[in-house]
């Protein structure tokens, strides 16, 4: 008996084809419009860098070896005066004999911008004896500006461990000025690492409370001879970019954004200064971007005077500029300006 079977039933992708593509669904037109923002039918566009100003200033490195704030405050120019709150003073070139007197007339002075904080010198460079903390730190336990001990940083040399040891004990702050040129001394970024490994892992079972603020490696010494296009592979940038990973391992480590060791004074806004300055300032942001990426911007801290070892002077005024606009520029937002050149330093040096 032959039993016929039914026709199979066709797929319902097939009668879908024969009826045609299914159509698809229409966008309104305002998907395509601007917003309505009330005041532009343009998209809004991020904040220009020119827009982007810290609300306050605490300049974290200013050079006084009187204590005296009138040359800073000529350079520093009405932007800068107008939102200053504080200024960190150094005193690190001073001898320790001569720095009590200096002390005396900064807290009898009355200054027009506060004084935040003194960096002072816990050794002395030609002084060959077992390290002593100087009279002024062992009795600066409560004193109003706090001082901070600052050593010079040249290797890692067993008299300059023993007092940063002693100082982040006795929960200090302290201050190394990185006076060699770090990019060009064989071995000079593993011998910054290993003095901090030293100082802050002396004993394992001690938490080290002090912060160690590291300058003249933001941005670090450079030859401007050499190209950015070739910068960019060559083994000093390289070795930045590695070593700074490195150093930001060390949770107590701020680092500060100094005028830069490049044989000449920071470059002014004038006509005449734009094309030294554009250079500059992407020189600066190859430098920013990997401290950035490594620190973040809670472990910068801004100051406008260089460090001992670059020996010329620049104007406040100028660096802060070019300062901001680098850091506005690679698009960081109102907070991290705000921390960088304000609240950082409020933070660290306990305003």
Known sequence: MNVSLPPTPLSPSVGARR??????????????TPPNTGTS?????????????????????????EGDLSQWKNQAGPTVNGIAKGVVLSLSDRKSEDV????????????????????????????????SPPSYLVSAKGSNPPLVPSVVFTGNESKVREALQWALREEFVVNIDVQTDIRATEGGWDTLEELLTSITNREQSAEVKGKIVVSNILPPPDDLSLPIV???????YRNYQSHTAALSLFGNVFVNYLPPAWGDSVPSSSPEGQKQRAEWKRRIKMYISPVLEAFGYQRIVFGSSPSYAVKVSSKASDWYELARESFAELGIEQEGIDAIFYGNAKLVYGS
């Open 100 to 131: 009590e007197m200096v002390l005396e007339r900064i807290r009898s002075g009355a200054f027009e911008v506060p004084v935040v904080a003194i960096l002072v010198p816990i050794v002395d460079g030609d002084d060959d004896t077992q390290f």
């Open 41 to 65: 039918d343009a998209f809004p566009l991020p904040p220009s860098p020119s827009t982007l100003l810290p609300k306050d200033l605490i300049d974290a490195y200013v050079i006084s070896s």
């Open 230 to 236: 070739k910068l960019l592979t060559h083994t000093s």
């Open 19 to 32: 009826k045609g593509a299914k159509p698809l669904p229409r966008l309104p037109l305002s998907a395509f």
